[in-house]
Nanobody, 122 residues
Framework: DVQLVESGGGSVQVGWSLRLSCVASGDTIGRYCMGWFRQAPGKEREGVAALRTGGGIILYADSVKGRFTISQDAKNTMSLQMNGLKPDDTATYYC?????????????????WGQGTQVTVS
């Protein structure tokens, strides 16, 4: 199993920035796809950004392209730099992972999930 812990959420004003981090532990040997997802009240969970560990694939949702940057900071640490935040970015943000080289923004493709961290933009 893989355990994921997010940090870095908070309440900010429109236009501000936040950086979310995700630390993975457990069975993290091998290549993984790690991603960020978000879920706003009353809405379905949606993919925001994803990358394949070790490089080669980075994906972004159209709604965050040019504003958010996903990165692998260390072997088991991933971050999401969020700039130019908007009220529509308000949601609970989840870190997720799936083993193997395939990488996507599909919720159903991911096996491991963190508990989530709240981001509020007003």
């Amino acid at each position: 199993d893989v355990q994921l812990v997010e940090s870095g959420g908070g309440s900010v004003q429109v236009g501000w920035s936040l950086r979310l981090s995700c630390v993975a532990s457990g069975d993290t040997i091998g290549r993984y796809c790690m991603g960020w997802f978000r879920q706003a009240p009353g809405k379905e969970r949606e993919g925001v950004a994803a990358l394949r560990t070790g490089g080669g694939i980075i994906l972004y949702a159209d709604s965050v392209k040019g504003r958010f940057t996903i990165s692998q900071d260390a072997k088991n640490t991933m971050s999401l730099q969020m700039n130019g935040l908007k009220p529509d970015d308000t949601a609970t943000y989840y870190c997720a992972a799936r083993s193997g080289g395939y990488c996507s923004l599909g919720v159903a493709d991911f096996s491991y999930w963190g508990q989530g961290t709240q981001v509020t933009v007003s």
